[in-house]
């Protein structure tokens, strides 16, 4: 894996970040704009996490505190540069200041469409629970 910058979010990162989802196939929904994704990551400081190499984004990964579990999101890797590793040691990094904060486990939710990400959280150690998933646009 080549050298990369990893650093937390900031507001002006919003329209570069949603170009790698977008490019990776995540889904823009509501509270993916730059308002939104700047209070995400007031309340979540230092969870947010950007890998920038010479060619620019080249990753993200939003982790969540909610006083109770960690979340996960939006990890997302510039599709070049896919299995070599980025995704996993955004994550890692993530899981350990979750843990640092008290965090007993780490929940996620992945599309049931989208194969690569089931195998990518598998081979990360986490396991498909079976609950549902209910939402509601406010």
Known sequence: MRDVDVREFRVEDGATVRA????SGIRIRPGDDDRALAAFAERNP????LAHDERGLAATALGGWDGRRGWLY???VRAADRRHGL????VR?????LRERGGPKGNLIVWDDNAAAMEFWTAAGYTRATTGEFEKEL
């Open 20 to 23: 790698l989802w977008e490019a």
């Open 46 to 49: 230092g969870l947010f996490l």
């Open 74 to 76: 939006h990890v997302a």
């Open 87 to 90: 995704g996993g040691r955004l």
């Open 93 to 97: 990094i993530i899981e350990q200041r």
